[in-house]
């Protein structure tokens, strides 16, 4: 057996710096983690975003991605979504007690490596070990800074009549891959996590128009309960098109077989745009062009009626309400 | 029983959307928490600070506080550790399903009250539940961001032979509540943790002299560890005079009982402040002046000789030196 977390690790004991400074300071090394002060210190000016997010997910590992990819792609998602450059981000981990540190080791390369894939830095961070039964293997706790240029104005209250929505890709494969291993299904056609950081598409998008007025990240609650969150900041109503949301064979098929509908299922790597309708088609081809939007499509406007409600147009032409997820559908899926 | 916390608070659904807005944004409210994008946004120019920290502590109402109180403090206490006036937090919640939604409303409740002392506002945040048994009833990680003044300059590499060493109060205070309420130690003298906000405290002393080169707040690992943490980064020698280093009854009557030494155990409103010889005294005053400094002593010297080492000199007059902390002291303490 390989060797373990153990509970000095996480005291501010010897043992504590000795885990900092290999398992974590040396894989993720820069300037500013490296002074090793309370706090980072950085020169800045401007309109800042400022975000945080825990990540508990199980289990740790899955198709397409980790709990340490996931920690970093979910704020650079959080604050890309808010218009910003994705600068800095703190890192927070809550270890139990007998997690291998092989499995640390891991997580903590995939943070490395999804850093570097999104051009940002860990400059601060904290390691508590706790004993065994008090946290499932391993949670992750990622704030970020990111700077938002001038004329860049995106809220999920700028929505407005006339906008198109623009998916970036599929829906469904995040929490459907994350379903599959936890629960031990087999499915016919395998699916893999959508886990990507985002802040490259966007720069994309908002290079090719400053008319976007609102990006959203689907995550927990699916791209359904996003767009109702939209709906109702901004007070105007959603119609969508079902046979143009993206979804990919695996997810359909996973769904029918489990009563699922893709529209709730969580995504990590995916956005949601609304954009004024000159620019739309603009933003299309600069997504199109990115690794992370080749699936991208508009899937609906925003209309003057039905203020703070999501319709959605079935592939037979009827009209049905789409409501925000109600009750828990998959629990610890990000 | 009363109503508890349930999965699908944590959903992303509307019952998560319910919990968010009726006991976490109504009592915290502020105009940039109420906007709900993916991040806050805020303008800001100059030097910033960046820190984060998870709270793990069991059991989570202590005396002298609680998991909220001690999650506002450690963060604020940790940018004003860098000299920096603390502005914003975030606030990152993982709840236990099944924790009691009583408890839930008095950790929120407190951690409103104690930002509201700090003079902070927590703008941004998240919220997950997990199954019972994946975490121990709830875990608290807070971010924080603050601005650094012209002509401050402070970090554990600042310390400079000649330097007087400054503790604002009592050691021990923190780790043995926490202790003696788990263990359930009935001592003759209870004793109350320290927690507390120390950006006032740090804005007197910052007031009194700029000449201030270290700040640090002795948590986990106790004075002994942060000492040596600056002896080490600093490349100097600390000497401390071990009947400067004020105890209370009650600390130093549990230490004796169990065999601990309060020199390790975790403070939460506590600072060792590093200064300019000529500028101690100044430093001083303004600290007894102030609520959280009221016992604030010299207790040290910085020294050229022993670089990197923490020597105490004991009452008879005999030296001995104090290591970092090995091993595991009190686990889960913050």
Same mark, same amino acid.
């Given at each position: 057996?390989? /060797?373990?977390v153990?509970?000095?690790?996480g005291?501010g004991s010897?043992?504590s710096?000795?885990?900092?400074e290999?398992?974590?300071?040396?894989?993720?090394h820069n300037?500013l983690?490296?002074k090793l002060?309370?706090?980072a210190?950085?020169d800045?000016r401007g309109?800042l975003a400022?975000t945080?997010?825990?990540?508990?997910v199980?289990?740790?590992?899955?198709p397409?991605g980790?709990?340490?990819r996931?920690a970093?792609?979910?704020?650079?998602?959080?604050?890309?979504m808010?218009?910003a450059?994705?600068?800095y981000?703190?890192?927070?981990?809550?270890?139990?007690e007998g997690?291998?540190?092989e499995d640390?080791? &891991?997580?903590v390369?995939?943070?490395k490596?999804?850093?570097e894939?999104?051009g940002i830095?860990v400059i601060t961070? *904290?390691? &508590?070990?706790?004993? &065994?039964?008090?946290?499932d293997?391993?949670?992750?706790?990622?704030?970020g800074?990111?700077?938002?240029? *001038?004329g860049?104005d995106i809220?999920?209250?700028?929505a407005?009549?006339?906008?198109?929505?623009?998916?970036?890709?599929?829906?469904?494969?995040?929490?459907?891959?994350?379903?599959s291993?936890r629960e031990?299904?087999?499915?016919?056609?395998?699916?893999?996590?959508?886990?990507?950081?985002?802040n490259?598409?966007?720069?994309d998008?908002?290079e090719?128009s &400053?008319n976007?007025?609102?990006l959203? *990240?689907?995550t +927990?609650?699916?791209?359904a309960t996003t767009l109702n969150?939209?709906?109702s900041?901004?007070d105007?109503?959603i119609?969508?098109?079902e046979?143009k949301v993206p979804v990919h064979?695996?997810?359909?098929g996973?769904?029918e077989?489990?009563?699922f509908?893709?529209l709730y299922?969580?995504?990590e790597g995916?956005?949601v745009?609304?954009?004024a309708?000159d620019d739309?088609?603009?933003?299309?081809?600069?997504m199109?062009?990115?690794n992370?939007?080749k699936?991208?499509?508009?899937?609906?406007?925003?209309?003057?009626? +039905? /203020?703070g /409600?999501v319709?959605? /147009?079935?592939r037979l032409?009827?009209s +049905?309400?789409?409501?925000?997820?109600?009750?828990?559908?998959?629990p610890?899926?990000?």
């Open positions: 057996m390989g /060797k373990t153990i509970l000095a690790h005291s010897k043992l710096h000795d885990l900092v290999k398992n974590l300071l040396q894989p993720l300037d983690l490296a002060d309370d706090s210190v950085f800045v309109k400022f945080t997010d825990s990540y508990v199980s289990p740790i590992f899955f397409g980790d709990i340490g996931l970093v792609c979910g704020t650079v998602n959080d604050l890309s808010s218009g450059v994705p600068l981000l703190s890192l927070a981990l809550i270890i139990e997690l291998p540190l640390l080791d &891991k997580i390369n995939s943070i490596v999804t850093t894939e999104a830095q961070g *904290d390691t &508590k070990v706790v004993n &065994k039964g008090s946290v293997k391993i949670f992750i706790n990622t704030a800074i990111g700077l938002i240029s *001038d860049v809220s999920g209250s700028n407005k009549a006339g906008d198109k929505i623009i998916l970036s890709g599929s829906i469904g494969d995040h929490g459907i891959a994350v379903l291993l031990g299904f087999d499915f016919k056609v395998p699916v893999q996590s959508d886990c990507a950081p985002l490259g598409l966007v720069a998008m908002l090719a &400053k976007i007025h609102v959203r *990240d689907p +927990r609650g699916g791209l969150e939209i709906a900041q901004s105007v109503g119609s969508i098109f046979d064979d695996g997810v359909r996973a769904c077989l489990l009563g509908d893709p299922i969580a995504n995916k956005t745009a609304f954009v309708a739309a088609e603009k933003v299309l081809a600069a199109k062009n990115n992370y939007g699936e991208a499509a508009i899937i609906g406007e925003v209309t003057e009626s +039905r /203020k /409600k319709v959605l /147009k079935t032409g009827a +049905r309400m789409i409501d925000m997820l109600t009750g828990e559908l998959l610890r899926i990000c």
